[in-house]
């Protein structure tokens, strides 16, 4: 049974087949049957060094053997049960010790979840109203985080979605991205008003883009400066650039955070937590209200402790040599095919944008060539390497990717971008 059979199923099924819009792409995604270390395999048993990695959650590869072990024997124990267990205890000291700013915090099954609550947290807290966000920077699929967003509604060209009511769009209020006089204005326009800036300290929904000198330091001065709380969204960065968030290696405290991804090593989670005063206020110790039917069930727990007493003994300097190591390729690659683009990385993340010189912020990565991704992106999966499918996504390294999957895709980079361009001057002709 082939990826196309399959599509024509669920495709009766699902709006566009998928239950997430950004595992789309034409003509239809290829659908996995098996994840094994750093690779998946199709329906017809075709094998796939995989960049993409759970959209970021599957730092130590698929199926990793540990933890497989660990799930089977929490599964035979039950995995639901709606109470208390002591593995949300174990999960939670473990972030709260290599956290500086989460001092309490609160389970939830998604990052969207997470922002979601971290917001109304944020509001209730400072009894304002609107929130500050950046342009291209995605928090998850709620009202108060699809304005100007990232992510898929970048790639389906919805920058934002109907649906959300006015009311709600305009207690968002939105500023560039590396940007701290846009931040600074938009922060007194709305004075008296704002409850909280929220940002990705690093952002991973427009491809990558770095946070420049200063930028998340002048955010968090801004932020007490004009009486508003401080969010870093670390569904991505939270534990994939070291043992910690990445507010730790970056020398920012937030008041909140958000983590999820990595945390659940592939289990769905997410989590908001920060300061005490601030997290005392939820319920049933406050009055913010938060709840849900899986928050912290045992399976993800059982999934995320394992991962990250894992993660925690990790050299995370090898992930980051390894895309080293394919940035300096690609990058040369491309000097000798004579094509042009930027290339933005961060340890264990990287992504390119071809037919720009900057990637700095939401306006710049828009003007990126999305034809030639495309097809670069077919050519390497026709060569067994799954890429994230959209240039406006991250490629994430595992600590499972062996140097033979380094070599190989960089081989595969070299042919599939010298036959992407070829093809294109071909039909331009
Ligand atoms: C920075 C950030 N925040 C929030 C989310 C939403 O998380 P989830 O997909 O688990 O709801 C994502 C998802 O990619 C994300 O990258």
Do not use: W
């Amino acid at each position: 049974m082939n990826s196309e059979t399959l599509y024509r199923q669920s495709s009766g099924l699902f709006p566009g087949g998928v239950n997430s819009p950004v595992r789309y792409y034409d003509p239809f995604p290829l659908f996995f049957r098996r994840g094994r270390g750093s690779k998946l395999e199709d329906y017809d048993g075709r094998k796939f060094i995989d960049y993409s990695l759970g959209f970021g959650a599957m730092i130590l590869g698929h199926a990793n053997p540990s933890v497989v072990k660990g799930l089977q024997e929490r599964i035979a124990d039950g995995y639901l049960f709606g109470t208390p267990t002591e593995d949300e205890i174990t999960l939670g000291r473990i972030i709260r010790e290599s956290s500086r700013s989460i001092r309490k915090m609160r389970f939830t099954n998604s990052g969207t979840e997470a922002t979601m609550h971290a917001i109304r947290l944020a509001r209730a807290y400072t009894r304002k109203k609107k929130v500050l966000k950046m342009e291209g920077c995605f928090h998850g699929a709620h009202d108060y985080a699809l304005i100007k967003s990232g992510s898929g509604t970048l790639t389906f060209g919805v920058p934002s979605s109907p649906g959300i009511p006015e009311e709600v769009s305009k207690t968002v209020v939105v500023a560039d991205y590396n940007d701290l006089d846009s931040v600074r204005n938009t922060l007194q326009s709305n004075r008296q008003e704002t409850a909280a800036i929220i940002v990705e300290p690093v952002m991973g929904n427009v491809g990558v883009i770095n946070p420049a000198d200063g930028f998340l330091k002048g955010l968090r001065e801004l932020a007490t400066e004009y009486d508003a709380l401080l969010i870093l969204d670390e569904v991505i960065t939270g534990y994939r650039f070291g043992f910690s968030p990445y507010q730790d290696i970056a020398g920012v405290e937030a008041d909140l955070t958000t983590l999820g991804k990595v945390i659940g090593g592939g289990a769905p989670i997410g989590l908001f937590g920060g300061r005490e005063d601030i997290m005392d206020m939820v319920s049933p110790s406050g009055p913010v209200y938060q709840s849900g039917t899986f928050s912290g069930n045992p399976f993800s727990m059982a999934s995320g402790r394992m991962t990250m007493q894992i993660l925690r003994g990790s050299d995370y300097g090898k992930i980051a040599g390894k895309v080293q190591k394919l940035v300096n390729a690609l990058e040369s690659i491309m000097q000798t095919l004579n094509i042009n683009g930027a290339i933005n990385s961060i340890g264990s993340m990287y992504q390119v944008f071809f037919g720009i010189n900057h990637a700095r912020n939401y306006r710049e990565v828009m003007k990126a060539d999305r034809s030639l991704f495309k097809q670069y992106f077919d050519r390497m999966l026709d060569a067994g390497i799954y890429l994230p499918p959209s240039t406006f996504e991250t490629n994430f390294m595992s600590f499972a990717h062996s140097e033979e999957d380094i070599e190989f895709t960089i081989l595969k980079m070299e042919e599939s971008l010298k036959n992407a361009r070829d093809n294109l001057r071909n039909t331009a002709k």
